[in-house]
């Protein structure tokens, strides 16, 4: 499983689980992914970011109160599935393995990202911030990167 931070094009900012970076691009394709908040299936993936240090803020959110909010939040599939603690702790370790093998690069991620892949840097992991439209060029110039998957809220 794969969570990803999607974004429409109206700028709602989404989380969602896929089950393979693959099920995404099919989910994608057919359509069926759609924002939760105005209900369109133009989505993309958004950040590729832990959510550290985050200095932006993504206030392109209308929220409404608190309506709805855990409705939203669970696009997909998977939200109270029993495997949702493995998950959690496989995401931590996840995370705990890039975050201590790769360079936090903060907001550079998207120019350092693409230094690497124009081989003006030494290639290493990295990891950092990126706003929707960063990843979206690295996206079209084909850099390629991974979305550093946000941990699930803890729940009991
Ligand atoms: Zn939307």
Known sequence: MIQYALVCENTHQFEAWFRSAVAYDDQI????????ICATSKVNKALMAPAVGRK?????????GDQEKSEGASVSLSAGHPEQKK?????RQLREKITSEADYVGNKFASEARKIH??????????????PEEAASLIEDGVEFMPLPALPEEQN
């Open 29 to 36: 394709k057919m359509g069926v992914v759609s924002c939760p």
């Open 56 to 64: 932006g803020n993504s206030r392109s959110l209308e929220k409404n």
């Open 87 to 91: 998950l959690q702790q496989a995401i």
């Open 118 to 131: 124009d081989e003006k840097a030494e290639p290493r992991g990295i990891y950092g911030e990126a706003t």
